[in-house]
T-cell receptor, first 114, second 117 residues
Framework: NAGVTQTPKFQVLKTGQSMTLQCAQD?????MSWYRQDPGMGLRLIHY???????DQGEVPNGYNVSRSTTEDFPLRLLSAAPSQTSVYFC?????????????FGDGTRLSIL | AQSVTQLGSHVSVSEGALVLLRCNYS??????LFWYVQYPNQGLQLLLKYTTGATLVKGINGFEAEFKKSETSFHLTKPSAHMSDAAEYFC???????????????FGQGTILTVHP
């Protein structure tokens, strides 16, 4: 079972560059989300989607865009990378059976912005 | 707004000793509570969750947690630590039921557990 797959696992960017972090899940989950993890701050929600074609902002959305054209994929775009976006990014998914359903996390993308 | 506070960013125990990781939350409505574990260079794995019903919940790897509404706490315990328990642990909350709460986890800052031989 693949679960939630994130690519790439590591990336180094220069300030001002753009890139897309990929996330795919094979569990037919309706709900998908992106978090960033920073030392001493836990994980913070960037954007989320409750289904194909529906996205919304989380706690820290500035500097990031998302789209959801299929159930399986939920890419995260950095439009103009900044050093403050250096972080570990996690994608997660869960079924639409209610808020009590646990989220399944990918292994993360470690991003450094120089 | 909801928040989660984990007391102690680092906890160190000896192998075989009791593990106690503290979590307090604030929420204006009954919350759903979760504990996740993260091993180095991996994603988060669900240990256990409380939604409704029995306030003492058992999870994987011998961990359990008790929801205490009066204390707004959800502390994680394990009677006897094992070397393989060394990891970072996160407490998280979802603000109760309802479609607008789907998957909107609010995490604590994390607690790194070290287990000494």
């Amino acid at each position: 079972n693949a679960g939630v797959t994130q690519t790439p696992k590591f990336q180094v960017l220069k300030t001002g560059q753009s890139m897309t972090l990929q996330c795919a899940q094979d569990m037919n989950h309706e709900y998908m989300s992106w978090y960033r993890q920073d030392p001493g701050m836990g994980l913070r929600l960037i954007h989320y989607s409750v289904g194909a074609g529906i996205t919304d902002q989380g706690e820290v959305p500035n500097g990031y865009n998302v789209s959801r054209s299929t159930t399986e994929d939920f890419p995260l775009r950095l439009l103009s990378a900044a050093p403050s976006q250096t972080s570990v990014y996690f994608c997660a998914s869960s079924s639409n059976q209610g808020a009590r359903q646990p989220q399944h996390f990918g292994d993360g993308t470690r991003l450094s912005i120089l | 707004a909801q928040s989660v506070t984990q007391l102690g960013s680092h906890v160190s125990v000896s192998e075989g000793a009791l593990v106690l990781l503290r979590c307090n939350y604030s929420s204006s409505v009954p919350p759903y509570l979760f504990w996740y574990v993260q091993y180095p260079n991996q994603g988060l794995q669900l240990l256990l969750k409380y939604t409704t019903g029995a306030t003492l919940v058992k999870g994987i790897n011998g961990f359990e947690a008790e929801f205490k509404k009066s204390e707004t706490s959800f502390h994680l315990t394990k009677p006897s630590a094992h070397m393989s328990d060394a990891a970072e642990y996160f407490c998280a909350v979802i603000r109760g039921a309802g479609g607008t709460s789907y998957g909107k986890l609010t995490f604590g800052q994390g607690t790194i557990l070290t287990v000494h031989p």
